[in-house]
């Protein structure tokens, strides 16, 4: 059974003219990172919404279809069946927003770390255990007891990617994490990105403007326009749709643009990894006589 299933799913806000999602259909494994774009007012945020089920709960409105989190109807249950299960030690679904500084609520990064796991019930040496291990893992350990508006951009990020890995969700999603960074720390969350599906048992949504290092991290991209899913699938397969991205308001990276060229004119074998690695298409490349 997926982790997330989302069966012909259509949103309205209340009041709202038209829907914010249209017909949605998808699965989410554990184990899969899932990269997901759109030009802005595509209905990225509304979808994290609906996949953590806050959306209707938390922000009214009207949900046609079926969406379910671990085996659970999320309109069906409580809000609280999926963000703190009362029969399990791990969140089914951990979220953080485009803000970092709108999530905190602690005067240390410990203390801000600790509020999540204070309502999943764990006991005192369960909790320094996961403290200890997921400042650690985000390269934050220096800095627990530090006030959280005085770190750094990058910094303050990482706290909010803390605090969801502590609660250990099964669904990890991540709205615009690098959105306010600099290339930098913008670098270093996709690392931690990199290592959280390399080395934790969980599914990662990641949402992001730039395809250029969604390609390179997720193995699945999702294209979203004025609510609807219109593309699909791994890397290199939604990169050769190229027009498509164009059409809706997405950049595709130069790499795309310059590999689907060149498989366009026969210089290269439309391989996998040629349009969202650079690195590939150069080797591709060097190759011709």
Not at 185 to 209: C, F, G, K, N, T
Request: glycine share 10%.
């Amino acid at each position: 059974m997926p982790l997330l299933e989302m069966s012909d799913v259509t949103f309205t806000y209340r009041g709202a003219p038209e829907p914010s999602l249209r017909n949605v259909t998808l699965n989410i494994e554990i184990g899969d990172v899932v990269g997901l774009a759109g030009a802005s007012g595509a209905g990225k945020t509304t979808l994290c919404l609906t996949m953590a089920g806050l959306v209707p709960h938390s922000t009214g409105g009207d949900l046609d279809g079926t969406v379910r989190l671990g085996g659970r109807d999320t309109e069906a249950g409580h809000l609280g069946d999926y963000l703190c299960p009362v029969d399990s030690d791990r969140a089914l679904v951990a979220m953080t927003f485009q803000d970092p500084e709108s999530q905190v609520i602690g005067m240390s990064v410990e203390e801000d770390l600790a509020f999540g796991m204070e309502n999943l019930g764990l006991s005192r040496d369960v909790m320094r255990e996961r403290l200890d291990w997921v400042l650690d893992f985000v390269g934050l350990a220096d800095l627990r007891r530090t006030f959280p508006f005085a770190l750094s951009g990058g910094q303050k990020q990482r706290v909010a990617i803390a605090a969801a890995l502590v609660m250990q969700p099964r669904l990890l999603i991540l709205d615009e994490p690098t959105s306010e960074l600099d290339p930098q720390s913008r670098a270093e969350i996709y690392d931690l990105i990199h290592q959280m599906s390399q080395r934790l048992e969980l599914a990662v949504v990641v949402v992001d403007h730039s395809l250029e290092d969604l390609a390179t991290t997720a193995n699945r991209l999702l294209v979203l326009d004025r609510g609807a899913l219109v593309c699909q699938g791994g890397p290199d397969e939604v990169l050769r749709q190229i027009p498509l991205l164009q059409q809706v308001g997405i950049r595709p990276p130069d790499v795309a643009v310059i590999g689907a060229a060149c498989i366009e004119a026969g210089l290269v074998e439309p391989a996998v990894g040629t349009l969202s690695d650079e690195t590939r298409l150069v080797d591709a490349l060097r190759t011709l006589p």
